[in-house]
């Protein structure tokens, strides 16, 4: 059974920078699609940043595009999220995803393993 494990939200002022982490365990699997997604009150979960672990590629909505950076520490079976610039428009729960694959797919549906959530407040 994968575990997830979210940490590095916070709250930061509009114009301010947070990174976070997801942290993978219970697989052994090497090739997953990992992925960010936020989910603001009242409105829809959404893809924000995805990684295939096997190949390294990645994928970004367009609203984060030039702001957010994702990576991985192979090393430490970690995800990152490097949020720069922040906008009172990305304050959302953060949730890391996973699944065993040898792709990547945007869609909330796509995945199968989940975190409990981070918080990202951006105050104007």
């Known amino acids: 059974q994968v575990q997830l494990v979210e940490s590095g939200g916070g709250s930061v002022q509009a114009g301010g920078s947070l990174r976070l982490s997801c942290t993978a365990s219970?697989?052994?699997?090497?090739?997953?699609?990992m992925a960010w997604f936020r989910q603001a009150p009242g409105k829809e979960r959404e893809g924000v940043a995805g990684?295939?672990?096997?190949?390294?590629?990645?994928y970004y909505a367009d609203s984060v595009k030039g702001r957010f950076t994702i990576s991985q520490d192979k090393a430490k079976n970690t995800v990152y999220l490097q949020m720069n610039n922040l906008n009172s428009e990305d304050t959302a729960i953060y949730y890391c995803?996973?699944?065993?694959?040898?792709?990547?797919?945007?869609?909330?549906?796509?995945?199968?393993?989940w975190g409990q959530g981070t918080q990202v407040t951006v105050s104007s």
């Open positions: 219970g697989y052994t699997s090497s090739s997953f699609c």
């Open positions: 995803a996973a699944r065993s694959a040898s792709y990547c797919y945007t869609d909330v549906t796509f995945f199968n393993y």
């Open positions: 990684l295939h672990t096997g190949s390294g590629r990645t």
